[in-house]
């Protein structure tokens, strides 16, 4: 197993979302690629951390995490948003609360979804696609079954987002969810539960228009750091960038947060075997980063 580029990663997902590895595997695959310190960042949940805990022991440090999704706002130039809430404490009740209600409107959301799906005709049981998730359900639990149960209509999990999953695939089934954070709110919430707010990916949203203007309004509302190194060719928006191009975003984000005195944080945003290409460790920080970082966040 080859060593990691960065010893630290501070974007990781597990199956307690959208990611393929229990948080367990993925401790594993950390420790045997050389990172000390992971921060475990499922979408809209907490509940891999624990299980993260228990599997680092000493061997690896464990920053509680998570990845809000917001409500897109288009009068602000807000879309898809995703705050990542770092350092956090994950028993928090309030935390907890809020938690529980966008659990439940993402449920209700993936069920209408399915039901659209069905109407193309494709066979996706809700129950068996609820059945898959251990923490909360993404797009990615329909695409597998969905996928497993077509073979003749879908050749890969990517295929099934590129025909219907994705907000601008042909005949998208996306409908919106009844609750959403906003912007703020992840932002309060993720102070409130004694962890720092940290706009995940700047140079990944297709649709906003203006990205340095919302950083700056965001800096304003709070925000406390960017995700700076980030592996931006392997993800949506710049897909095959090439390395310059990639080094050309991390610079741009890199002096904005610099102008804004704004924190710098860096991840792979692993996912697993959905997205092939990307290993726990290829983007994050150097050991001097997380230092500085860990001194400034009291961690
Ligand atoms: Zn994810």
Known sequence: MEVAAYPVDLQLHSTASDGTDTPAELVQLAL???LRVIALTDHDTVLGIEPALAAAGERLRIVPA???????EPERDYFDLNILGLGIRHHDPALQTVLQQ??????????????????????????????RVNGVPGRVHIAQV???????????????????LATDAPNSVYVKRTFSLTVEDAIDLCHTAGGIAVLAHPGAYPRVHDMDAVVRRL??????????????????????????????????????????RL?????????????????????GLTWVEWEALAAVCGW
């Open 32 to 34: 045997q690629r050389g």
């Open 66 to 72: 998570l990845e809000f999704s917001t409500l897109n």
């Open 102 to 131: 966008v659990l439940e409107s993402r449920i209700e959301q993936k069920v209408r979804q399915i039901e659209k799906l069905q109407t193309h005709g494709v066979d996706v049981p809700v129950e068996e696609v609820l059945r």
């Open 146 to 164: 969905a996928l497993e149960r077509n073979p003749d209509r879908f050749t890969s999990i990517g295929d099934v987002f590129a025909q219907y």
């Open 219 to 260: 800096a304003q509302q709070g925000l406390d750091a960017i995700e700076v190194r980030y592996p931006y060719g392997q993800n949506r928006g710049h897909y095959g960038a090439s390395a310059a191009e990639v080094a050309r975003y991390v610079a741009h984000f890199d002096a904005l947060a610099d102008e804004l």
């Open 263 to 283: 924190l710098k944080s860096g991840g792979s945003d692993y996912h697993g075997q959905v997205k092939p290409g990307i290993h726990p460790g290829d983007a």
